[in-house]
Structure formats: C-alpha cells, structure tokens
C-alpha cells in the first residue's frame, strides 16, 4: 500500500515538474528536454543500460571498414552503425 502511494507521488511530481518546467521553455526545445527527462528515468529504472546508453552518445567504437556493404540502400556509415549494434 506505501509503495503504490509512494508511486502515484513520484509520478506526480514528475508530472508537475515537467509541466512547469515546459511553460519556460521554447517550443524548439520542448521535445530536447522530453527527451533527456524521459532518458533519465528510463536509465535510473535500468531499462536503459550503460552500454546502450554508451552506443547512443558515441557510437561503435570498433573499426568495421574491412566488412563490406551488401546492400545498396544503406549508406556506409549507417552499415558500420547497424553492425557495431
């Protein structure tokens, strides 16, 4: 029962501090701080883990230029992208 109350609190006041947080922002920017909000929490729930996150901010960091590209509709820095995936 204090878990569920102590849930329903957090996602208020997540809630609320979104929305005023948003009324100050440019509507360009909106969708940045969407953004990074939503990544926060999906990273302290471990939904999101370090070397996905990793991924996402710096890429592959392995050499993939001996593989060649089988395919004619992907651009090679795509290819390298979906292999280092």
């Not at 947080?21 to 939503?38: A, H, V």
Request: net charge negative; aromatic share 12%.
């Amino acid at each position: 029962m204090l878990e569920e109350r102590l849930t329903i609190l957090i996602d208020d006041i997540t809630n609320s501090v979104y929305t005023n947080i948003c009324r100050g922002l440019f509507e360009q920017d909106k969708l940045m701080f969407s953004f990074m909000n939503t990544s926060g929490i999906l990273r302290r729930s471990n939904l999101i883990s370090v070397d996905e996150w990793n991924f996402f901010l710096r890429g592959s960091v392995t050499d993939f230029r001996s593989t060649q590209n089988p395919v004619d509709y992907i651009d090679e820095a795509t290819w390298y992208g979906l292999l280092g995936l």
